[in-house]
Every structure is written in C-alpha cells, then in structure tokens.
C-alpha cells in the first residue's frame, strides 16, 4: 500500500511538472488574440516584429498624434532653433479648444518646457495649438510640417491636419508607423524622455495625473502616450525596459473602454518584456560555411557576415534557432574578397525567418592554363562540367 502511495505521488508531482511547464510555454508562446482592432510590437534594440495585427490598416490616432507633435518640438531644441525656457503666447484659438486641457489663458507667455509637460502629462489640447503656432505661425502649417517629416521617417501611411489629434477623416496613421515614431524618439531623443514618465503635472493650480496606465504598474513602463475618440477607440504607445536594459515598443488602438486599454496593454507589453531574450547568434568576421571554388588553387573559400546578427528570440525557443546557407556554386576562381555569394538564413521559432548577406573572406587565384585545363578534364570525366 505504501507503495502505491508514493507511486500515486510521484505520478501527481510529475503532472504538475508538466502543468508548470505547459503554462510556462503558453505565456512565452505568440498572443494569438487581442481585443484591439490594431496592434504591433517591436523589440527596439533589434527591431523584430513580436505582434502585430492590422498593424499597416489606416486609424484615427487621437492624442497619440502629439508623440509626433513633441517629437517636432524636440528636433527644434536639439537643432537649437528653441531653447528650453523660450516661451510661446497664447492666442485665442489655443484658448478655446476643446477636449482635453492644460487650461493656458489668453496672452499669457508659456514656456516650452510647461508646455511640454501639458502636452504629454496633462494631454493638453490647448498646449498644442500654442507650440503649433509658435513654430510655424499657424496650426495648419505645422500640421503639414509634421506629415513632411512623418514621410521623412518612413511612417508612409500617416497624415497629420491638425496638432492635437483631434478627430478628421484625413488625420490618420496606423499602428506600424506610431511604433516607428516611438522608435525614433526614444533613439534620437533620450535626454527629453523623461516628459513621457511623469505621472503628474501642475499649471495653473491644476494639478492633472497622466493617463497613461501602465506608468502605474511596476512593469517597467516609462512612456509614452494615450489617446481617445469615438471613432477610434482607445489606443496607446507604450514602451517599457527590463532591468537588463531590452525595450519593447508597442501600440494598440481601438479598445473599448479604459479598463480594456489599462489590461490589454499591461498583458501585452509584459508579455512582450519577459516572454522573449536578445541574442547574438553570430559575430562579424566569423565563418558561416565554405564555398566549393573550381579553378583556383584551393577549392574551397570561408563565407562570413561582415555585421553581428543581433536577433529577439523566445526565451523557450533558443536552442531551436536554425541557420541554413544557399550560394550560387561553385564559385568560379578567381574569386575576391567581399564578394557577396550567397544568403545565411536564419530561422527563429514563432518569430520568422531573417536573412544576411554572406561575402567571400578571402581571395582565391585562378589556376594556371594547363592546371585549369587538367581540373576542367577531370570534372569532364567525373561529370561535373556541364
């Protein structure tokens, strides 16, 4: 009986073994669903696609839009075209918009780095329209300025008419090319990353909290902006980091509520944060293969790549990489350095395949006449010439 026992035992401590593990492979497995009508993730170090979804299809960006908004604002700083303490006055026109408000006043002079923050913590609608006519004079101006540089940055199918994102059939983006906006600010712009953090901002004796929910949760949140309509749904732009210092950008858009957008976008950034590792499957320099080379004075050739290839990969799926080689062969001598030949492909679970030049390490020299001649027979006897 005894036996029995512990024989019942080890059976139940082995299905939950297999249990543990199971659940472990589903949370790092793809999401194969998500309530948003778009989404894309990315890792930013690599730039590999971990999700997406109607990730190219046009959609109204809402507050989203003043990622693209203060991204212009910093390029003037960076270019020293705006100084930081510069202030802009408020016209009527800022004054009376609608929507969400850092509450500026008519005439009063604001500076760039409050309206900063009432853009991006307070959402300010208002504020936009200040930083918009103070650069280009009027808000439509700006807004053409902004889908000039938008194409600028390969974000193709995004138009701006207006600062705030307010709702217009011809403002629009998509979920690809909000990521590559977050991508090129985080990239280009770090030492003005800490306006997307801040949970709170006072102007006016109006104290307002950001909306961004994932700023919230301790799951490495640091950015970067929420947004709302109608049309649209409820969208975001997070980003996050890991204590190893790996980012993953992502965007989702048409949520139904908040507490949709507050879940959906928790469980998908931290999904997109622990479920995967950065690797370096190959280095620069390294040999790949050997290439056959014919009518040289050695007949084979080393292929390497000439960058490391730097890739994301499942963090349960690592010893499942593969790399497989095609070149055109065999080479025919002589052969050169660099010369690019062939294609090291490398397939990695769940996430695709990505494909690398191969170039020739070193040169190889034709043989002589009558060693060329004695090779081409021998390969006519063997039936390897054509």
Do not use: C
Not at 136 to 161: D, I, P, Q, Y
């Amino acid at each position: 009986m005894d036996s029995q026992n512990v024989l019942q035992k080890t059976v139940f401590l082995i299905i939950l073994t297999i249990m543990a593990l199971w659940a472990t492979f589903v949370q790092a497995s793809p999401i194969n669903h998500t309530s948003a009508k778009q989404a894309y993730m990315i890792d930013y170090n690599t730039g590999m696609v971990l999700y997406e979804k109607n990730a190219d299809e046009k959609m109204p960006t809402s507050s989203m839009s003043k990622v693209m908004t203060t991204m212009m604002v910093f390029d003037a700083l960076k270019q020293e075209r705006l100084s930081i303490t510069d202030k802009f006055k408020i016209s009527e026109k800022a004054w009376r918009m609608g929507g969400s408000k850092m509450f500026v006043k008519v005439g009063d002079q604001v500076s760039i780095n409050d309206l900063l923050n009432g853009i991006l913590v307070q959402s300010g609608n208002d504020a936009t329209i200040v930083v918009a006519e103070g650069m280009a004079g009027s808000e439509k101006a700006f807004a053409e300025a902004m889908t000039m540089k938008a194409h600028s940055l390969g974000m193709k199918n995004s138009n701006f008419v207006n600062a705030s994102g307010w709702p217009d059939e011809n403002h629009y983006s998509t979920a690809h090319d909000l990521a590559i906006l977050a991508q090129y600010v985080i990239k280009n712009y770090p030492e003005y990353m800490h306006y997307f953090s801040r949970t709170e901002f006072t102007y006016s004796n109006i104290t307002q909290k950001n909306r961004n929910p994932l700023l919230y949760r301790d799951i490495g949140a640091d950015g970067m902006k929420t947004g709302h309509t109608e049309v649209g749904g409820y969208g975001l732009i997070g980003t996050g980091k890991t204590d190893e210092g790996r980012r993953v950008i992502l965007v989702v858009n048409g949520l139904e509520s908040i507490k949709d957008r507050a879940n959906e976008a928790a469980r998908l950034l931290q999904w997109g944060l622990n479920g995967f590792d950065n690797m370096t499957v190959a280095s620069a320099g390294e040999t790949i293969a050997q290439a056959d080379v014919v009518f040289g004075r050695s007949d084979k050739v080393n292929l390497t790549i000439k960058d490391d290839i730097f890739v994301t990969v499942p963090k349960l799926a690592k010893s499942r990489i593969k790399m497989n080689v095609k070149y055109n062969g065999p080479l025919t001598a002589p052969v050169k350095p660099d010369m690019e030949v062939g294609t090291l492909y490398v397939e990695i679970p769940e996430l695709g395949t990505k494909e690398y030049p191969l170039y020739t390490a070193a040169p190889v020299e034709e043989l002589g006449f009558f060693a060329r001649a004695f090779a081409h027979l021998k390969m006519i006897i063997n039936g390897e010439a054509a």
